[in-house]
């Protein structure tokens, strides 16, 4: 969707910062992609557009940030970097908004419950 919203130069990044696997095989993937420069807490997407730069943390709608995403989120901020916690195709498209990214979709309005 985001491919969709933003203008074709932007650059939509996913940060595998994850290993799956479990075990030795799982633990040696981790120290591999560790020394390759994973950081823990990373955001799941960055997004880079017109001298613009938003990372985005995706979350199901009850998931919670971990502390090293917490974290990230901080230190980002710190550095005068966008970061928005996203919950749906709606959030990731405020998110753009509110951090001054131009789309071509704008989010469906919210109604006050």
């Given amino acids: 969707m985001l491919r969709v919203a933003l203008p074709r130069t932007a650059i939509i990044h996913?940060?595998?910062n994850e290993v799956t696997e479990a075990g030795p095989r799982g633990a040696k993937r981790q120290a591999i992609?560790?020394?390759m420069g994973v950081h823990a807490g990373?955001?799941?997407l960055m997004v880079l557009?017109?001298?613009r730069v938003l990372f985005?943390?995706?979350k199901a709608p009850k998931g919670r940030l971990r502390p090293n995403q917490e974290a990230f989120r901080d230190a980002m901020?710190?550095?005068g970097f966008g970061w928005a916690l996203v919950r749906s195709v709606d959030d990731a498209l405020g998110a753009l908004a509110d951090h001054g990214f131009t789309t071509r979709v704008r989010p469906a309005r919210r109604v006050a419950s």
């Fill in 14 to 16: 996913h940060c595998a």
């Fill in 33 to 35: 992609l560790v020394g």
């Fill in 42 to 44: 990373f955001a799941d």
């Fill in 49 to 51: 557009c017109d001298g």
């Fill in 56 to 58: 985005l943390e995706l």
């Fill in 77 to 79: 901020l710190a550095q």
